[in-house]
């Protein structure tokens, strides 16, 4: 194994294990404080879909899962659009029933397909990406609720470049351990995609108590 390969390996179990052992945190960067101006917003867009374990949980597996098919840059677009129009039906009033039972379900979901089915279809993965990012979209636009034109634009702004980066950057790091893996994902992935799928349980769980 490369220097390089082990650099990988070890990046991917550390996410693995961050996400198995972290506990379910705060969701709101602000305390619960609805943005109020750009730079309000911009960072809580920022810190929203990271400091929200599940929502991290479920980009890591749209990475991992996207590096199969060797699309860093694209594939991770239909959560992007998607978690966009979430957002925009929140912010317009139309609720998902369920709202925090539908994101531990996408986030297992995510996690069994990134451990066991990564050889699914490019276009069901784009749906499967499109469903989650929708799901997760409208529940990341919770605190952002009754906020003015400016700070709302910019949370959004922040949403999409912090949840692009995480995704991009998850699958520039496994593409390279698919390297003449044509069927089952290699055991680090596999790790991966399972304590992201534990993740989701842990808030499942917890959604339904």
């Known amino acids: 194994m490369t220097g390089r390969s082990t650099f990988e390996t ?35 867009g920022f810190g929203h879909p990271i400091i929200g374990v599940d929502h991290l949980a479920a980009l890591l597996a749209v ?20 978690m ?7 912010v317009a009033a139309v609720d998902l029933p369920l709202g925090e039972v539908l994101v531990a ?10 451990a066991l089915r990564p050889t699914l279809p490019l276009a069901a993965a784009a749906s499967l990406f499109a469903l989650a990012g929708l799901i997760h979209g409208h529940a990341l636009a919770e605190m952002i609720i009754g906020a003015e034109t400016t700070p709302l634009a910019a949370y959004l702004a922040g949403l999409v470049a912090v949840q692009g980066a995480i995704m991009v950057g998850v699958s520039l790091v496994a593409q390279p351990l698919w390297a003449g893996v044509t069927l089952a994902a290699p055991t680090q992935l596999r790790m991966a995609g399972v304590a992201v799928a534990v993740v989701g349980a842990g ?3 917890t959604g339904l108590a």
């Open 105 to 114: 379900l996408s986030v297992v979901g995510l996690g069994v397909v990134a």
């Open 63 to 82: 990475g991992l899962i996207s590096a199969r098919f060797g699309r860093a840059f694209t594939l991770p677009g239909a959560w992007l659009l998607a």
């Open 203 to 205: 808030f499942l769980v």
């Open 84 to 90: 966009v129009a979430g957002v925009g039906l929140h």
């Open 10 to 44: 070890r990046i991917l179990l550390i996410a693995a294990g961050l996400l198995a052992a972290t506990p379910a945190l705060a969701h709101h960067p602000m305390g619960g404080t609805t943005p109020s101006t750009f730079t309000e917003g911009l960072l809580s």
